[in-house]
């Protein structure tokens, strides 16, 4: 089957950093995988490597070098004095995003197991309900409609509010109280496999995103390629979707990848 690609509606993710960049490779390689008809943007900072940004390059239609802080405007400048908002604020670079008419926001730790094209039927603002407070959303997930005059509120927000939770989910869940909410399929943190192991054994089938929440990215972990397996302190359910991260990682993005690269990893 030939599917029509939409050109003016993207996935877009963000990589600031080396790690983050290998999980930005990995979450592409798993859209294509998904047989997505949409474009794949990486927004990366200066920080990133030029190897892999050269290999950003061979999975993501658009790369988009963006700036951690900029002073072209007043609120850039007022960010300057909140250091601790700088990769919140890289987040919202998404919304500059103008080429695109709707786009998917998703953390580089994410991993995409099944077509998930259908949450682009959704308007902004789309995210999926966070475990930790589930009245608000989590942010690693969400539909937004490209906008500066959005981007430019959101700043002018993020300096005159500051975030609750220092981070982007504090800010956006501020700015965007009326929020709709996507299926948890959408958005399965890695925790909630194991706080409510029945519904994760009951839904797992359909769950089409992966979201590897908190300090212990699938990155960090150390694999065994003849097993296949992650090693170390891992729950069962943990080590079942750090494998399939993996797993993709080993097939798409190891092969690509330079010696250096590849011995500041546990593989
Ligand atoms: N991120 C990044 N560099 C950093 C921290 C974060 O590029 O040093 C980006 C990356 O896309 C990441 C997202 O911001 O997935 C949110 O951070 P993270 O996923 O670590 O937060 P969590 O989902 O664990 O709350
Ligand atoms: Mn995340």
Redesign the pocket.
Known sequence: MNVARVHDQSYV?????EN?AL?ALTLGSSLRNSNTNRSLTVLITSQVPSPLVDQLRTVFDLVELVDVLDSNDSANLALLKRPELG?TFT?LHCWRLVQFSKCVFL???CLVVKNSDDLFDNDEFTAVTDIGWPDCFNS?VFVFRPSLQTYSSLLTYAVQQGSFDGGD?GLLNSFFPNWKRASFVYNMTTNASYSYAPAYKQFKDSVRIV?F??AQKPWYHSYNLDSGSVMGNVTVHESELINQWWKVFVDNVLPGLNEETVSRMSV
């Open positions: 993710t963000l990589a600031t950093n983050y999980g990769v987040k953390d580089s730790d690693g989910q979201h929440i908190g």
